[in-house]
Every structure is written in structure tokens, then in C-alpha cells.
């Protein structure tokens, strides 16, 4: 599976941003597809996850905040990012895989495809 993402850009604090992630080649409606972000020095983190059934799954700082949604039919992704903090900054990178367990959807590990990464500034 290939995944390109799109959307980052820079905005000011308390503004929206939408992320989309395109999937392509061997693509099903049962990959669990997610969010991750990494910021320099740190270790990539869990934002969001959609699994093939519609069940999302949120790291507990955004919780409230974004919303990620997936068009089967299109093969995409989404994260709406509202009332986005200077903290959200990062490089997000959209995940795919088959056969992820409930256990380890929060693990970067447990995804096979990533996209290349967009970069999200939020300035204060």
C-alpha cells in the first residue's frame, strides 16, 4: 500500500487544519488506518486511528480536538484538526496496515505502509 498525505501548512493557534491521506495498490477495506506525529528529538507518537469497522481511537491531548473520518470508496484517510495548540506542531505521517490488533493500534510498529510526512506549524 502507498500512502501520499497532504493538508499541513502553518496557522495560528486556535485555528483548523485537515489532513488527508490517499491510499493506493493493494488497498482493502480492512486496513486500520492512522495518524502519527514526530517533532525533532522525539520518538514518533500515536494522534489517531480508524480501524475497518469505523471505531476511532484518540491520544488522550487531542481528544476533543481532531476527528478522523476514512471514504472507503475512495481509499482516504482525514484528520480534522480544530482548536490546534503550538504543542500540535510536528510532522504527521498517515499509517496503514492489515491485521493490526486492538492491543497495538497505538504502536507506530504495527503499521507496514507510512506516508512521506507533512509538516503542521501552529505559531502562538
Known amino acids: 500500500v502507498q500512502l501520499q498525505a497532504s493538508g499541513g501548512g502553518l496557522v495560528q493557534a486556535g485555528g483548523s487544519l485537515r489532513l488527508s491521506c490517499a491510499a493506493s495498490?493493494?488497498?482493502?477495506?480492512?486496513?486500520?488506518m492512522g495518524w502519527f506525529r514526530q517533532t525533532p528529538g522525539k520518538e514518533r507518537e500515536f494522534v489517531a486511528v480508524?480501524?475497518?469497522?469505523?471505531?476511532?481511537y484518540y491520544a488522550d491531548s487531542v481528544k476533543g480536538r481532531f476527528a478522523i473520518s476514512r471514504d472507503n470508496g475512495k481509499n482516504t484517510v482525514s484528520l480534522q484538526m480544530n482548536s490546534l495548540k503550538p504543542d500540535d506542531t510536528a510532522v504527521y505521517y498517515c499509517?496503514?496496515?492489515?491485521?493490526?490488533?486492538?492491543?497495538?493500534?497505538?504502536?507506530?510498529?504495527?503499521?507496514?505502509?507510512w506516508g512521506q510526512g507533512t509538516l503542521v506549524t501552529v505559531s502562538s
Open positions: 480508524i480501524r475497518w469497522n469505523g471505531y476511532t
Open positions: 499509517a496503514a496496515a492489515n491485521g493490526v490488533i486492538l492491543s497495538q493500534i497505538r504502536i507506530d510498529q504495527a503499521y507496514d505502509s
Open positions: 495498490g493493494r488497498t482493502s477495506n480492512s486496513l486500520t
